[in-house]
């Protein structure tokens, strides 16, 4: 896929004709509507998405967490078919430019533009102030077929979108998050160094350092991970402030004991699943109490994931 870190930049490609416009946080059900409305399996079709998210420039106190991270959005546009994505950045001087100066931007920029579609509650430039009506109008008086998409429901008849997959997850609630992504939730990053204390008690563990979100709550999980060989483990996770071995931390981490696995995965790619809250984090009295419960809790993944044998591939891979 092509990247194009400017609209100028992929005016001068002269590739983008088909263009899906929108954020696309989690890049859901919902938004898969979004790039089914240009999809062409003859010409392929772009994104153009804006990083960061506008409120963590406008009000940043008010700013959601993310589902997925720059990286691993990118890496989904990719899966979902799209030729190009144009990353718009989005600071202060861009969130002054006015929807019709966004428009005529796109019309400079795109001559050759054919298909546009947006989903129904997008909203672009200063103040919010153009709709995905007005970007529907604008297209038809250029003569451009816009398209825009219902908003997709989940079984009960709700409508899908990121702040409710933020929601389930923060509730813990992972399967319905995964039924409105489309595919199990997952988290992406690259393992760094850790304390290696998992490697004293028996149990090694990966620290995996993450641009995706922790939106789930602390705790300990059953699930899945796989490296950058595409080979994948069942995994005991725990996403805390390892209370027992570090009570000064104030950042939670990730960290991943994949079971029955050797090797050195540091600086790799590694992405995780979490399938099973399993417990909460617990501040325990000594090591040996800490490696008792830590046995245990690969005992347990070890008997809700030993079926999985291979990575789900609708996780991203």
Known sequence: MNLFNSLEEAGKSGEIHRLAVG???GVHLGHRLVF?????????FSILTFWPHPQSVLAPERAPRLITGLEHKLDLFTRAGARSTILVPFDRSFAGIGAEEFLGLLARHFPGLKVVSCGPNFHFGKNRAGTAA?????????GIE????????????????????RNA?????IAPASGMLGRPYAMRGTVVKGRQLGRTLGFPTANLESNDDLLLPLGVYAGLARIASGDTYPAALNFGYQPSVDPANQRAKIEAHLLKFNGDLYGQPLEI???????????????QELQARIARDVEETAGLISGHTKFNRLGGR
């Open 134 to 142: 007005r970007l529907f109008d604008w297209a038809r008086t250029r």
């Open 23 to 25: 954020f696309f946080d």
């Open 273 to 287: 699943q979490p399938r099973h809250f399993l417990r909460k984090e617990t501040q325990f009295g000594n090591l």
């Open 169 to 173: 997850l923060a509730g813990g609630n």
């Open 146 to 165: 816009a398209r825009v998409p219902r908003m997709q429901q989940d079984g009960d008849g709700q409508i899908i979108s990121s702040s409710r997959i």
């Open 36 to 44: 089914d409305a240009v999809q062409d399996p003859g010409e392929g």
